[in-house]
């Protein structure tokens, strides 16, 4: 799966870092990001990580978070 964070709309709250700690961080803007470890050669996340990213884009107050794929 593609995980998109819209960099306008991410405020840093930090609620993606605390629901899925394998996949997201914050940056030195404070702002989400995917981790490199989570993403693959093609810069997808794996499968085994969907349940944890889905909250965290049902649970970011911004909406800032996508998942395509």
Known sequence: ???TIDRELCEGNAVCEAL???VFDLDEKAQAR???DAKDADGEVGEEHRVLVERAV???P???ITVSG
Request: aromatic residues 0%; contains cysteine.
């Open 58 to 60: 049902e649970s970011c």
């Open 20 to 22: 899925a700690p394998t």
């Open 62 to 64: 911004r909406l800032a």
């Open 1 to 3: 799966m593609r995980i």
């Open 34 to 36: 995917v981790i490199a």
